[in-house]
């Protein structure tokens, strides 16, 4: 068959009324006939079987992308003094990112992580960051002993090629911040003025090394400024010329944003991506995610 060979048919010794005699070429040709009723016989249950599994996996991936959206926060939580946008797309079925915002000890917790790779294996690494950073998050305030808790947990249950980039910001009502970043890209505080300030990787990413150790930045958000956490997916987004995004394009968005809200930054940082691929697939999972505090009129508005 087209597949290769399925087996051989032998004939050996053909009847007679003296005993034995030699094959014809009838019998040959008839034995071959036969042969090639056998082969498609055997393709159509191959087929039917490999079809089977395919749809069977079909509805396993169907069952995990379905799962790893109710990971997600089904409303966005409410932090007054703040507001919150976010986007997240997939390139498959199910993303290898994903993010989190989350109410603890009256502090606004949000994440974003990036696993290396695509599909079902990154996204169930994905949903073991996520469910990780939920448990811990309610016994400790040290972002960076949380990052080394979960970092020690990847090291020892994943295989040697995979990893996670994370970022993790605290925040609490008077804007004060905690930030860790594990080998994430840099978060970026757009300050009301247009400068943008980074929060950079203060160590591998997770899941590479057990003995990994990170440090925690503090800011703080004035009334104005946006807050942005986001993957590779943004930035490595690529036109028709293979030309990414880039990182340095993104903060010159990020420093043009004058007056946006979160959902409006949101928006147009997804616009402008979209215009840069001009109409493409995105090759990658791609995630942003933007907390705004607002400023006083905004509050009262709001409120």
Request: aromatic share 4%; net charge negative; hydrophobic share 40%.
């Amino acid at each position: 068959s087209n597949s290769g060979p399925l087996g051989v048919l032998a004939a050996a010794e053909k009847e007679a009324r003296s005993g034995t005699e030699p094959f014809a070429p009838n019998d040959v040709r008839l034995l071959e006939l036969f042969g090639v009723q056998v082969t498609v016989a055997l393709e159509y249950v191959r087929l039917t079987h490999e079809s089977l599994e395919r749809e069977r996996l079909r509805r396993e991936i169907e069952v995990a992308a379905a799962i790893q959206s109710h990971l997600h926060p089904q409303e966005l939580p409410e932090f007054s003094g703040f507001r919150i946008a976010v986007s997240s797309s997939s390139s498959l079925q199910v993303a290898g990112d994903t993010y989190d915002v989350l109410l603890r000890n009256d502090s606004l917790i949000a994440t974003v992580t990036d696993v290396s790779g695509k599909g079902v294996g990154a996204g169930l690494i994905a949903a073991g960051v996520h469910a990780g950073v939920r448990l811990i998050a309610d016994d400790t305030s040290e972002l960076a002993e949380l990052a080394k808790t979960v970092n020690s947990y990847l090291s020892g249950a994943t295989a040697d090629n995979r990893f996670a980039t994370f970022a993790m910001a605290r925040i609490n009502s008077d804007g004060t911040l905690r930030a860790v970043n594990a080998g994430h890209l840099p978060v970026f505080i757009r300050r009301i003025d247009g400068t943008v300030e980074e929060i950079n990787s203060s160590g591998l990413p997770l899941g590479i090394l057990e003995m990994a150790r990170y440090e925690d930045e503090e800011a703080r958000l004035e009334p104005g400024d946006l807050l942005f956490l986001y993957t590779d997916g943004i930035t490595e987004a690529e036109d028709p010329q293979d030309e990414e995004f880039g990182i340095d394009r993104l903060r010159d968005l990020v420093s043009g944003l004058e007056g946006a809200s979160a959902d409006e930054a949101c928006e147009k940082i997804l616009a402008e991506v979209e215009a840069h691929i001009e109409g493409a697939s995105m090759q990658d999972d791609a995630t942003l995610l933007v907390v705004e505090r607002l400023r006083d009129k905004d509050r009262q508005a709001s409120e």
